[in-house]
Each structure stands twice: as structure tokens, then as C-alpha cells.
């Protein structure tokens, strides 16, 4: 029956955008299909929610940068800008936060989407590239909803990146508040779970999560 597994795959990949809740990324709240992701977004924002995108991106055709051939820059059909991957064969990035909505005259129903990823590089997506949401999350700040640390000899959660601030849940149930900044020059243990049974390791730079 290897069938199975694929044709599973194959139907949740249409079910639409998964969207993970604050501190949790294993148990989606909610799937949305993509013509509302752009509402849904708006509310997120409005409440000052940190997100981030899982997105199925064509690195050239949806490049963001002018010094390429780009379907949303309308430089498509121009041979003589080169492409993306040209430049950048290695790039495998799915990971982004969202920079900014921006309309899309042939299509007013279908706004791209501007995205960027942990090391500045952007595209622009439609809204039907999205494949997962998570909030409480950023790719750029490096905050990673639902990773563990240990913080004065206590296992901690990021449950939420909101408003500028990381909220962390230590194990006696308090909970704290850090600015990223301020989370940076912690340089906190993180506590990795899914390697040699919880074994501690420690980042140079700063990993986060967060929740809601």
C-alpha cells in the first residue's frame, strides 16, 4: 500500500493553508483557503501578531529584485536581465516572514504577497503559494514559536512573538517578556528535543518561538 501515504499527501496539500497557532507547531488551529488568506493577514496584523509563511516559490519568476527577469516586476520576457537561480543555484529557501501586500493590477482579486527571507533576499507571491502559517513566529528576528530554553535552570517555551515582544512560559508557569534585543544578548541554551533525547545546545546567535 505505498499509494497511501502519497495520495494523502497529495489531498492535504489541496485542503489549503495550514496555520499553526502561538507556541504550538505541530497542531494546526485552522485551515483557510487562499482567497481569504489576505482578511486573515489583515487581522493578524491589526492585532500585532508575528507570523511567518511556508511558501511554494518559483525563485525566478517570482524574484523581487530589478537586476532580474521577474513575472511580478513585468520583466518576464526580457532575455537580457538574467535569471534568479543564475546567480543563486544553491538557494532553497520555503521559510519567510511577509514584508508588505501589494496590488496586483492584473489580477485586483489576487495581491502579491511581498516576502523576504532570514537573510534579506524577497519575492512576490500570489496568495495560493502559501502552504503554512505560523504564528507567533519570525523568520528575519529568528524567533521560532514553541522552541525550548533553558533560562535560570528552567525549561522555557516561546509562546508568542506579539508586539515587538517574545513571551516565554517558564516551567513554573511563569511567564516573561523579552524584546529581541534583548532575547539576542541572552544567548539562552536551547534545549533540543528532537536530538539525542533533549540534549542542550548552545546557539552563537539567537533562536526563538512564541505563541498567543
Same mark, same amino acid.
Request: with cysteine; glycine share 6%; net charge negative.
Given at each position: 500500500?505505498?499509494?497511501?501515504?502519497? &495520495?494523502?499527501?497529495?489531498?492535504?496539500?489541496?485542503?489549503?493553508? &495550514?496555520?499553526?497557532?502561538?507556541?504550538?507547531?505541530?497542531?494546526?488551529?485552522?485551515?483557510?483557503?487562499?482567497?481569504?488568506?489576505?482578511? =486573515?493577514?489583515?487581522? =493578524?496584523?491589526?492585532?500585532?501578531?508575528?507570523?511567518?509563511?511556508?511558501?511554494?516559490? #518559483?525563485? #525566478?519568476?517570482?524574484?523581487?529584485?530589478?537586476?532580474?527577469?521577474?513575472?511580478?516586476?513585468?520583466?518576464?520576457?526580457?532575455?537580457?536581465?538574467?535569471? @534568479?537561480?543564475?546567480?543563486?543555484?544553491?538557494?532553497?529557501?520555503? #521559510?519567510?516572514?511577509?514584508?508588505?501586500?501589494?496590488?496586483?493590477?492584473?489580477?485586483?482579486?489576487?495581491?502579491?504577497?511581498?516576502?523576504?527571507?532570514?537573510?534579506?533576499?524577497? &519575492?512576490?507571491?500570489?496568495?495560493?503559494?502559501?502552504?503554512?502559517?505560523? *504564528?507567533?513566529?519570525?523568520?528575519?528576528?529568528?524567533? *521560532?514559536?514553541?522552541?525550548?530554553?533553558?533560562?535560570?535552570?528552567?525549561?522555557?517555551?516561546?509562546?508568542?512573538?506579539?508586539?515587538?515582544?517574545?513571551?516565554?512560559?517558564?516551567?513554573?508557569?511563569?511567564? *516573561?517578556?523579552?524584546?529581541?534585543?534583548? =532575547?539576542?544578548?541572552?544567548?539562552?541554551?536551547?534545549?533540543?528535543?528532537?536530538?539525542?533525547?533533549?540534549?542542550?545546545?548552545? @546557539?552563537?546567535? &539567537?533562536?526563538?518561538?512564541?505563541?498567543?
Amino acid at each position: 500500500m505505498n499509494y497511501v501515504k502519497p &495520495f494523502q499527501e497529495f489531498d492535504s496539500v489541496n485542503e489549503g493553508v &495550514f496555520v499553526y497557532p502561538p507556541g504550538n507547531p505541530y497542531e494546526k488551529e485552522r485551515t483557510i483557503q487562499w482567497p481569504g488568506l489576505v482578511d =486573515w493577514i489583515n487581522k =493578524w496584523q491589526g492585532q500585532g501578531q508575528h507570523f511567518s509563511l511556508v511558501c511554494d516559490v #518559483d525563485y #525566478d519568476k517570482h524574484t523581487a529584485d530589478p537586476k532580474y527577469r521577474s513575472v511580478p516586476l513585468g520583466t518576464w520576457s526580457d532575455k537580457s536581465l538574467p535569471l @534568479f537561480t543564475e546567480e543563486n543555484p544553491r538557494y532553497d529557501e520555503v #521559510d519567510f516572514d511577509l514584508v508588505e501586500i501589494v496590488d496586483n493590477p492584473e489580477k485586483p482579486r489576487e495581491p502579491y504577497l511581498k516576502i523576504v527571507d532570514k537573510n534579506g533576499i524577497e &519575492f512576490m507571491i500570489p496568495p495560493f503559494k502559501v502552504m503554512e502559517v505560523q *504564528r507567533g513566529d519570525s523568520v528575519v528576528d529568528n524567533i *521560532r514559536s514553541g522552541s525550548k530554553y533553558l533560562i535560570d535552570k528552567m525549561r522555557a517555551t516561546i509562546v508568542n512573538y506579539k508586539n515587538g515582544k517574545i513571551l516565554v512560559r517558564l516551567q513554573d508557569g511563569s511567564v *516573561r517578556e523579552y524584546d529581541p534585543q534583548q =532575547w539576542k544578548s541572552k544567548n539562552f541554551t536551547e534545549i533540543d528535543e528532537k536530538r539525542n533525547n533533549g540534549m542542550l545546545k548552545t @546557539f552563537e546567535s &539567537f533562536s526563538n518561538e512564541s505563541t498567543d
